[in-house]
Structure formats: C-alpha cells, structure tokens
C-alpha cells in the first residue's frame, strides 16, 4: 500500500488545511474518532484475510504476524520516532493532533476485534473494502487537520532539509515493506494487499480536493 497514512505531499496540505478551517474542538474530538473507527475497521478487514496495509501499519503488522505481539501496541510504539519530524516540518497543532489520532486508532485496534468477526472473509473482498475503509477514514482525519503520520512526514521532512524528492522517498520506503512482507506472507496475499494499496489511493484521489472545501 501507498501508505495508510497520507503521502508526503498530502501531508503538505494537511497543515495549510487545518489553517483555514473553522472547525470546533468537538467537531475535531468527533472527526477523529470517527476517522480512526473506520480505519481501525479496515485494518480488522485486512487482518483477518491476513493481508496489510503499507506505511508503518503495514510494519507493524509484519512485526505483528512474524512475533504475535499486540497490533495497536505495535502500532504506536512504531509511530513514536515520526513525531520528531511532524513537528519540525508540519508545527505542534498538527503533530498533537496526529499523536492523539494515532493513540485512539491504536486502541481502537485492539477493542474493534471484541465487538467484531469475520466467519466468511473473501481476501479480494477484504482487499478492496479496506482499502476503501481506510480512504474514507483517512479523508475524515483530512478535513479535521490530522493525519495517521508515518513515513509520509519522514519524507516530507528529508524533502526540505535534504533536498531528497518526497515521492521518492515514500516508493523506497512501500517498496522494502512490501519485501518484507513476504516473510509472513505468501505471494497471493502480498498482491492482495497491493489491491487494497489501490482501492485506499482511488478513495483519495477522487475525494481529496482542498480547492472545493474550507472547513465550513
């Protein structure tokens, strides 16, 4: 995948975003649970065809499937270094928000699976509808100034310190991922999780449009 979290030129507009919205801080407070809910639903998806995302969820669940270590717990403890980043290259507001939605998806991670289970899961299914769960979870964190950090602020902070093409950056980093994942995988299921990487990136392509909206 792409990233579950935004790419780095994403991760660009997300603090001019947050700029000229008028949103409140219970608009805010809701934006990311909602957001992260649905995300934390497509990563159940995608854990139970026992695919992955990309970014650091997708490092996060190889570490997951290879040791069966806690996937939230993984999750956040994997995120932590990228907040140093956020910070330098995106502000404070923005990087409080990521580490609190990044906090509440981690839970989420954990408590969804005790409400929820797949008795028939097709894996192409599965592949698509968490792809297209995690767009529209992802868009949500959007418009409220947040995002899932990860590699994308890696990138968009060696971008303006190192002079290093962000774009770049962001393939090599999907690309030693989706290596990786062949250890716990098998070649179907790294494909699949490939698909979901499309059907994530089509949801945003499509709907993210800073010029239509401004928080109103």
């Known amino acids: 995948m792409n990233d579950i979290e935004p790419t780095a030129t994403l991760d660009a507009e997300l603090e001019a975003s947050s700029q000229r919205t008028s949103h409140t801080m219970l608009e805010d407070v809701q934006g990311v649970l909602i957001g992260c809910l649905f995300v934390a639903l497509a990563l159940l998806l995608l854990r139970d065809a026992r695919l992955l995302p990309g970014g650091i969820a997708g490092l996060a669940f190889i570490v997951h499937y290879v040791t069966g270590w806690s996937l939230g717990a993984v999750l956040f403890v994997l995120s932590l270094p990228f907040y140093g980043f956020a910070w330098r290259t995106l502000g404070p507001r923005f990087t409080v928000k990521t580490f609190i939605a990044i906090a509440v998806l981690s839970l989420y991670t954990e408590w969804v699976p005790r409400l929820a289970s797949f008795a028939n899961l097709d894996a192409t299914f599965a592949a698509v509808m968490g792809g297209f769960l995690a767009g529209t979870g992802i868009l949500i ?22 002079g290093w093409r962000a774009g770049t950056v962001q393939m090599v980093c999907d690309a030693v991922i989706l290596t990786l ?13 490939v698909l979901a990487a499309a059907a994530l990136n089509f949801v945003i392509a499509i709907n993210h449009r800073p010029d239509r909206y401004h928080g109103v």
């Open 141 to 162: 964190l959007i418009r409220h100034g947040a995002s899932l950090g990860g590699f994308g602020v890696l990138a968009l902070y060696l971008q303006q310190r190192r």
């Open 181 to 193: 994942a062949f250890m716990p995988l098998a070649a179907d299921r790294v494909a699949l999780s």
